[in-house]
């Protein structure tokens, strides 16, 4: 976990907000992270060009308020803006191809979400509340295969990071952890989130860091 902390230090207390917290205006899609802004050794996923789009969330009526969100949405990487529906948002798909032998490589996505002025702010205090109503002790949501989730929410600046756990029920199998985090700047919620592994990796305050270094370059903050 010292990666994630050291994330935390850099970010410091006001998250990734620029001066005054204001949002700089310009298209959301380019202060997302590109090629040229990866870390070395990470690419953008395949098919990646057509997964940073821009719009509006979709219609139809949300399935209920984040703050009483199921606790076994957490590890699905839309459950955010299904239930607390942005403005605008984007998202690219990021990952590590293996180096050989025991490397896994990374696989993992960016998203950005813009709100109404005022609006981001409450939606990651619901994320928190809904993820610490989740992480309560003996929580565990039983799959339908035989597995359980269990969610577990430590502070990350002034946002958050959230582990959710997958075992096969009676221990038997491996473990799989999903984690996300999630940072505020002004009225836009930067999300970074990596797929499952067996163990948490080192590499997610890796991408976080360069994901906010690539917002704040190219919001000029």
């Known amino acids: ?87 605008e948002d984007v998202a690219v798909g990021l990952e590590r191809v293996p180096a050989g032998g025991r490397d896994r490589g990374w696989s993992g996505r960016e998203s950005l979400e813009r709100y109404p002025p005022g609006r981001a702010g409450r939606v990651l205090a619901d994320l928190r509340a809904a993820a610490l109503r989740c992480a309560a002790a003996g929580t565990a949501v039983v799959a339908g295969s035989g597995s359980e989730r269990t969610v577990a929410v430590e502070p990350l600046g002034d946002g958050l990071l959230l582990r959710v756990t997958r075992r096969a029920t009676g221990g038997g199998g491996p473990t799989w952890i999903d984690r996300t985090a999630v940072v505020r700047s002004g009225d836009v919620l930067l999300v970074v989130q990596e797929s499952g592994g067996e163990r948490e990796s080192a590499e997610l305050p890796v991408v976080l860091g360069a994901a906010v270094a690539a917002y704040r370059d190219a919001a000029g903050e």
Not at 8 to 37: F, K, N, T
Not at 64 to 78: I, K, N, Q
């Open 1 to 87: 976990m010292a990666g994630v902390v050291a994330v935390g230090v850099v970010l410091g207390g006001g998250g990734c907000a620029g001066r005054g917290g204001e949002q700089r205006p310009g298209r959301l899609r380019d202060l997302l992270l590109s090629a040229e802004r990866l870390p070395p050794g990470y690419v953008l996923r395949a098919g990646a060009a057509g997964l940073a789009t821009t719009g509006a969330a979709g219609g139809g009526a949300s399935p209920g308020p984040l703050v009483a969100v199921d606790c076994g949405e957490f590890d699905t990487g839309s459950f955010l803006t299904r239930h607390a529906p942005p403005l």
